[in-house]
């Protein structure tokens, strides 16, 4: 058995898909987790709720079972975050998704500037906090 309390206050992956098991999600959740596409993005875990853990990213928190989530390391910033970019001067954008990088064991950010998305991502050695 998982114990999610160790999962508080920590950053991690939560893989599921559509086609997996409706019963990991709470149920007022569903709708909302469907629409967000969990795989690929980094969460952070807020508190344990009885028998679920509740995961936050940007605007969206939901509650899931810690069965499948994975921890990674701390990471620097969430999204909605400003950040500057530390290899030009001035130039500072908002997060719009946090994803992990599996090969390189890091996160990967995606940013907008000005309202528009960059087709760039960016490491966390490439951003400070604006």
Known sequence: MINSLD????????????????TLIYSNDLEDVRKLVLHGKVFYCSEQCGEFIRLNYGNYSFLVK???????RDI???VGD???IVFSTNKIGTILNIGWHHKN?????????????SSRR???????PA
């Not at 810690?66 to 990674?72: A, Q, T």
């Not at 960016?122 to 400070?128: C, F, I, Q, W």
Request: no cysteine; aromatic share 22%.
């Open 7 to 22: 999962f508080k206050n920590s950053w991690g992956l939560y893989s599921w898909f559509n086609e997996d098991d409706p």
């Open 105 to 117: 064991n890091e996160p990967i950010y995606y940013l907008s500037f000005n309202g528009k998305k």
């Open 82 to 84: 400003s950040v500057e």
């Open 76 to 78: 620097r910033f969430m």
């Open 66 to 72: 810690p069965d499948l989530f994975k921890p990674v």
């Open 122 to 128: 960016y490491s966390e050695d490439e951003l400070s």
